[in-house]
């Protein structure tokens, strides 16, 4: 009888350390599973920006970067297509820094954009590049707090991918000179919603 007694105790004791490994498993699979569920997932979006020239606004203030106040996701890779209908203003001395691309991921892709036809194929193969010809530069696409930086080509479609980052609000501007007067700072340089305007990450 005690023998008995001392089996059915051995079957017990051990159901109830399987158990407990059992849950102690599950608890900590599922605190893994929770610490993984609460990063940030990159997710992707898609943002279409055009360059519209005085002719096409009906202004003579100059050319505009539109829409001026854009909205992105944050921790999210975007892309970026600028539609350019724009000439070049060609970066000279010092500006000609801001005809390499920086904050991007990978390359940024230019290619020709008929006006007639903004919406066909281009006529030419896109360009990839970390950097543009200063001569063929028409604007940029600068968000300094980020460290970014892209070079818009002349009439043309640029495109580029860059990483949001966390939720925040930032400026953006033009650091081509595109504007009149001696500098190429006035007009739409000096005109919030032409070639400046707000970066929202939320």
């Not at 990978?106 to 590049?129: E, I, K, R, V, Y």
């Not at 580029?160 to 007009?187: E, I, K, L, N, V």
Request: aromatic share 6%; glycine share 12%.
């Amino acid at each position: 009888m005690k023998t008995v007694v001392a089996f059915i105790v051995a079957i017990i004791g051990g159901l109830i350390f399987l158990t407990a490994g059992t849950i102690g498993w599950s608890v900590g699979r599922g605190a893994v599973s929770a610490t993984a569920a609460t990063r940030p997932a990159v997710a992707t979006g898609h943002l279409n920006l055009t360059v519209a020239t005085p002719a096409m606004l009906g202004t003579e203030i100059g050319p505009a970067l539109l829409p001026s106040a854009i909205t992105v996701p944050a921790n999210t890779e975007v892309t970026v297509t600028v539609a350019n209908f724009d000439g070049a203003t060609p970066l000279t001395g010092v500006d000609e820094k801001y005809a390499k691309a920086t904050g991007i991921k990978g390359s940024l892709s230019c290619s020709t954009l008929d006006p007639t036809n903004p919406n066909g194929a281009p006529t030419t193969a896109a360009q990839t590049s970390t950097s543009v010809d200063p001569s063929l530069v028409s604007h940029t696409f600068t968000v300094a707090a980020l460290g970014l930086n892209v070079p818009v080509c002349a009439m043309c479609k640029t495109s580029f991918t860059f990483f949001s980052g966390a939720p925040g609000h930032f400026t953006w501007r033009c650091m081509d000179p595109c504007g009149p007067g001696a500098s190429g700072w006035g007009g739409a340089m000096a005109t919030t919603g032409y070639m400046s305007g707000e970066l929202t990450v939320v």
